[in-house]
C-alpha cells in the first residue's frame, strides 16, 4: 500500500500527501514555522476573518499544482514522477522565506534581502539535510531546469500561487470580487512549444482571473485602513531600532539591532528561522507601557486598534496638506516635527494587474497561433487591465 495522508482544507476540502518525502519537508521545523506567519499581515484588522497563515495558502498552492500537473498529463504532456516531486516541493517552499508580517516589514525588519533569497536559502540548507533531494525542486524554483513550464507554474503571470491567494484571501475576507474559475482555468492550461499557455476558449476565465485581481487588490489589499495599520507596524519598528528598545525574544533583537549585508545572512538563517508574528506581536504589546510617547502611542494603536485617520486622494498629497496636519500633531502631542513624522504621513497606493514588461500570459488558439493577452481582440483587457492606478494617502491622529 502506497503513503498516503490527508488535510482536510477548508477551501478545497481534503488535500492528499502521497509521498513521503513531501510529507516529511511538510513535518519540518522550518515549514512548520509559517503556521505562525499571517498571509495577508494586518488585513485581519479589517477583514476579522482573515487570520489564515503562510502554510494555508502553501498547502493550497500544493494542491493546485497537483491538479495542474494532472490536467497537462491528460493533454500528453510527458511528466516524470521526479518531475511531479519536485514541482510540488518547489510550490510547497516557495514562500517559506516569509519573515514576520511578510511583505508589511519585509524591508523593513530584515533589509537588503528579499524573501525569494531567503527561500532559496532555506531550501538548500533543507536540500542537505535531506541529502540532496531537493535539488530539482530548487532547479525548479531557480528556473534553471529546460522545462520552463515548471518555473511558469511556480512564479508566473498566471501561477498556482496567485490562483490560491485569490481564492483562499476572498474565502476568509468574504470579498466575493476575488472569487475565480480556478478549477476552469486550470482545465484550459496547456504546454505549447516549452511554454505554459491557455487554450482559446479560456480567454474569459482569464480575463475575469485579471478583473478579481485588480478588484481584490483595491478593496483588500490596498484598502487604506489595511495599508495604514502596516505603515504603523512598519514605523513601530523603525521607532524602536531608533531607541534601542529591547524585545522580549533573543531572536527579533537580531534583526531589530544587527547590520547586515546580504552575503553574511546565512549566518543569520537559524535565527531567521525562529522569528515569527508572535515575536513581533509579543514585542508591541510589551512595547504598549515603553517610556518614548511615540512609540507606546503606535503600539497601543495596532493593540486596541486605535489605528490613524486616514484619506485617499486621486492626486499627490500637497506639502501644505501634511505640514498643516503635522503642525496639529506637533501642537496636540507635544512632538517635535521629526517625531510627528512617525503619526502623520503621505504614500501611494499602486495597483497593476497585468505587466506585459514580464511574464506573459500567451493564448494558443485553434490554429497553432500564440498570442499575448494583451494582443486579444478584447477592449476590457486592452484598455483596463494595462493601466497602473493610482490613489494617495495621508495617515494622522484624530485631532485632540
Not at 134 to 156: D, V
Not at 293 to 304: A, V, Y
Amino acid at each position: 500500500m502506497g503513503y498516503r495522508k490527508i488535510i482536510n482544507d477548508p477551501v478545497y476540502g481534503f488535500i492528499t500527501i502521497d509521498d513521503e518525502l513531501i510529507y516529511e519537508v511538510i513535518s519540518h521545523r522550518y515549514y512548520q514555522r509559517l503556521r505562525r506567519i499571517y498571509q495577508m499581515a494586518m488585513a485581519q484588522l479589517v477583514y476579522p476573518g482573515a487570520v489564515h497563515t503562510r502554510l494555508h495558502h502553501s498547502l493550497g498552492a500544493y494542491h493546485l499544482m497537483g491538479s495542474a500537473l494532472t490536467e497537462l498529463q491528460g493533454k500528453g504532456v510527458e511528466i516524470s514522477p521526479a518531475e511531479q516531486q519536485a514541482a510540488k516541493l518547489a510550490i510547497l517552499l516557495h514562500d517559506i522565506g516569509h519573515g514576520p508580517y511578510s511583505h508589511a516589514l519585509e524591508k523593513v525588519l530584515i533589509e537588503g534581502v528579499s524573501h525569494e533569497e531567503i527561500s532559496l536559502m532555506i531550501m538548500e540548507k533543507m536540500n542537505r539535510e535531506f541529502s540532496g533531494q531537493l535539488g530539482l525542486a530548487i532547479a525548479m524554483f531557480k528556473n534553471e531546469y529546460p522545462r520552463k513550464f515548471f518555473h511558469q507554474l511556480i512564479s508566473g503571470q498566471l501561477d498556482v500561487d496567485r490562483m490560491d491567494y485569490l481564492i483562499r484571501d476572498s474565502f476568509f475576507t468574504g470579498v466575493s470580487e476575488g472569487i475565480i474559475g480556478y478549477d476552469r482555468i486550470l482545465k484550459m492550461l496547456v504546454v505549447h512549444q516549452g511554454q505554459l499557455m491557455i487554450e482559446e476558449k479560456g480567454i474569459y476565465s482569464i480575463e475575469k482571473f485579471l478583473v478579481s485581481r485588480r478588484l481584490m487588490y483595491w478593496q483588500v489589499y490596498l484598502h487604506k485602513t489595511v495599508l495604514c495599520a502596516e505603515r504603523m507596524l512598519v514605523h513601530i519598528i523603525r521607532r524602536a531600532r531608533e531607541l534601542g528598545a529591547q524585545a522580549p525574544t533573543g531572536s527579533l533583537n537580531t534583526f531589530l539591532h544587527s547590520r547586515f549585508k546580504s552575503r553574511d545572512f546565512g549566518d543569520l538563517l537559524e535565527d531567521f528561522c525562529t522569528l515569527d508574528d508572535y515575536d513581533v506581536l509579543t514585542a508591541i504589546k510589551s512595547w504598549t507601557r515603553h517610556p518614548d510617547k511615540i512609540l507606546s502611542f503606535l503600539c497601543i494603536g495596532i493593540i486596541d486598534r486605535h489605528l490613524l485617520k486616514v484619506r485617499y486622494f486621486g492626486k499627490r498629497i500637497s506639502d501644505k496638506v501634511l505640514g498643516d496636519k503635522t503642525q496639529r500633531a506637533m501642537e496636540d502631542f507635544h512632538l517635535s516635527r521629526q517625531e510627528a513624522g512617525y503619526i502623520v504621513f503621505s504614500g501611494e497606493a499602486v495597483n497593476k494587474t497585468y505587466n506585459s514588461q514580464g511574464e506573459h500570459i500567451r493564448i494558443l488558439f485553434k490554429d497553432q497561433s500564440v498570442k499575448d493577452i494583451t494582443e486579444v481582440d478584447n477592449p476590457l483587457i486592452t484598455q483596463t487591465l494595462l493601466t497602473t492606478a493610482k490613489k494617495f494617502y495621508i495617515c494622522f491622529p484624530e485631532p485632540k
